[in-house]
């Protein structure tokens, strides 16, 4: 079994920055990619960003491309994204959560969520 909770969420201008947090308990947490999704109101849960097991990869939304950065710390089981240069389209709830399939772009192939941090980019 695998917790999974966000922290770092809060409100911001536009062009500013939040660096999200997602502390990971249970085993094994570095035979799971790990990715973070957002949900706007009235939208579809979807993809922003993953890395790989060891964190030699990363891949991307193109929409937050050259803006947001995840990275891991397998030691402190830990997972982070710098989010830079915030736009007010990137409003939502953001989500930490664990893929033991390496899929990392499909959200069933996640098994492990967070609950969840608020993220809110006024203009």
């Known amino acids: 079994q695998v917790q999974l909770v966000e922290s770092g969420g809060g409100l911001v201008q536009a062009g500013g920055s939040l660096a999200l947090s997602c502390a990971v308990s249970?085993?094994?947490?570095?035979?799971?990619?790990m990715g973070w999704f957002c949900q706007a109101p009235g939208k579809e849960r979807e993809f922003v960003a993953a890395?790989?097991?060891?964190?030699?990869?990363?891949y991307y939304a193109d929409s937050v491309k050259g803006r947001f950065t995840i990275s891991r710390d397998n030691a402190k089981k830990m997972v982070y994204l710098q989010m830079n240069k915030l736009k007010p389209e990137d409003t939502a709830v953001y989500y930490c959560?664990?893929?033991?399939?390496?899929?990392?772009?499909?959200?069933?192939?996640?098994?492990?969520w967070g609950q969840g941090t608020q993220v809110t980019v006024s203009s």
């Open positions: 249970g085993r094994a947490f570095s035979n799971y990619f």
């Open positions: 890395i790989s097991w060891s964190g030699g990869r990363t």
């Open positions: 959560a664990a893929d033991p399939q390496g899929s990392y772009k499909l959200r069933d192939s996640y098994d492990y």
